[in-house]
């Protein structure tokens, strides 16, 4: 099992900024792609970032320029720099990890979800 465990969400005002953490732990083989997801109340779970394992990156066409993914291999975890932050990011935000395991097996995981709100 792999435990995914996010921080950093919050209440923020239009034009801030916010960074997200994602750390993951437990029995970890190998870690490869891992990614933000954000839903919006009455959206549907959207990509927002995500990066692999060679540090790979693909965005959203709504947070290119404003959003930034990176991770720290040998911490497992996955980082989400959000600048000049929009009433519209508004979201919960969950942080999604792909595992292989020694025997090829690929596992998703979520986080458990951060919520970011940004005012007008």
């Known amino acids: 099992q792999v435990q995914l465990v996010e921080s950093g969400g919050g209440l923020v005002q239009a034009g801030g900024s916010l960074r997200l953490s994602c750390a993951a732990s437990g029995r970890i083989f190998k870690i490869n792609r891992m990614g933000w997801y954000r839903q919006a109340p009455g959206k549907q779970r959207e990509l927002v970032a995500a990066i692999t394992s060679g540090e790979f990156t693909t965005y959203a066409d709504s947070v290119k320029g404003r959003f930034t993914i990176s991770r720290d291999n040998a911490k497992n975890t996955v980082y989400l720099q959000m600048d000049s932050l929009k009433p519209e990011d508004t979201a919960v935000y969950y942080c999604?990890?792909?595992?292989?395991?020694?025997?090829?097996?690929?596992?998703?995981?979520w986080g458990q979800g951060t919520q970011v709100t940004v005012s007008s």
């Open positions: 999604n990890a792909d595992h292989i395991n020694s025997w090829g097996l690929r596992t998703p995981y």
